[in-house]
C-alpha cells in the first residue's frame, strides 16, 4: 500500500465551525505533513511530525491545530476560520524526516470557509 | 516546446514531442532537488530527483539537468503523451537545512494538444 489518503475531499465550513481534516498512511511512514495549497500556486509547508512529536510548525495561526495520534494517522483541527484559509490542504508521509527526501501526497481536502 | 519558467507559467507541446520545463531556484546551498507532477484534483507525485553533486539524471522518459553555475533546473520529458498533461514544480532542499522543508518553485503547466 503507497497512498496517503485524506478525508473529506470537500469541506465547506462558516468562521465559526468547528471541523477536523484527517490523514492516514499505511507505509510505516514516521514522518507527516500538512500543506496547504492556493489555487495555482505551490504547497506551502505547513506542519511536520516526526515519530508523532511536532517537529516543524511554520508560524501558522492558532486556529489549525495538528495532532498526530499515532504514526499512521495525522488530524489537522479547524476552529474559527477565516474565508482567506479556503485553499486545498494536502497531507504528505515519509519514510522519516531527515535524509529521505520522497514525501508521498494525499490527494487532499479542497476547503471552503464561507 | 520550451519553458523559461515564471515568464511562461504555462507550456504547449504536441503529442510525441519533447518538453523542456524549467526551473530557477534562488538558495545556492540547497543540496537536493524533486520535480514533482500535479494532477488536476491530485497531490503532488514524485517524479525524479538529484543531488548538487550531479548534473545530470535520467529516469524513465525523463532526465533532470542541473546546472549550479546558474541556479537552473531543468526537466526534460521525452515523447510527451497527453498523460503528461499536469502542473510540474521544482522543490529543493538546502544542504544545512530540515530534510523536510521542501521549499517549492511556482509551477510550470503542461499542456499536451494532440
Known amino acids: 500500500d503507497t497512498e496517503v489518503t485524506q478525508t473529506p475531499k470537500h469541506l465547506v465550513m462558516g468562521m465559526t465551525n468547528k471541523k477536523s481534516l484527517k490523514c492516514e498512511q499505511h507505509?510505516?511512514?514516521?514522518?507527516m505533513y500538512w500543506y496547504k495549497q492556493k489555487a495555482k500556486k505551490p504547497p506551502e509547508l505547513m506542519f511536520v511530525y516526526s515519530y508523532e512529536k511536532l517537529s516543524i510548525n511554520e508560524s501558522v495561526p492558532s486556529r489549525f491545530s495538528p495532532e498526530c495520534p499515532n504514526s499512521s494517522l495525522l488530524n489537522l483541527h479547524l476552529h474559527a476560520l477565516q474565508p482567506e484559509d479556503s485553499a486545498l490542504y494536502l497531507c504528505a508521509s515519509s519514510r522519516k524526516e531527515q535524509g529521505d527526501y520522497e514525501q508521498y501526497f494525499g490527494p487532499g481536502t479542497r476547503l471552503t470557509v464561507t | 516546446g520550451e519553458s523559461v519558467g515564471l515568464h511562461l507559467p504555462t507550456l504547449s507541446v504536441q503529442e510525441g514531442d519533447n518538453s523542456i520545463i524549467n526551473c530557477a531556484y534562488s538558495n545556492s546551498a540547497s543540496d537536493y532537488f524533486i520535480w514533482y507532477k500535479q494532477e488536476s484534483g491530485k497531490g503532488p507525485q514524485f517524479i525524479i530527483d538529484i543531488r548538487s553533486n550531479m548534473d545530470k539524471r535520467q529516469g524513465q522518459r525523463v532526465t533532470v539537468l542541473l546546472n549550479k553555475t546558474v541556479k537552473h533546473l531543468s526537466l526534460q520529458i521525452a515523447a510527451t503523451q497527453p498523460g503528461d498533461s499536469a502542473v510540474y514544480f521544482c522543490a529543493e532542499i538546502p544542504l544545512f537545512g530540515t530534510a523536510s522543508k521542501l521549499t517549492f518553485g511556482t509551477g510550470t503547466r503542461l499542456q499536451v494538444t494532440l
Open positions: 507505509m510505516g511512514h514516521r514522518a
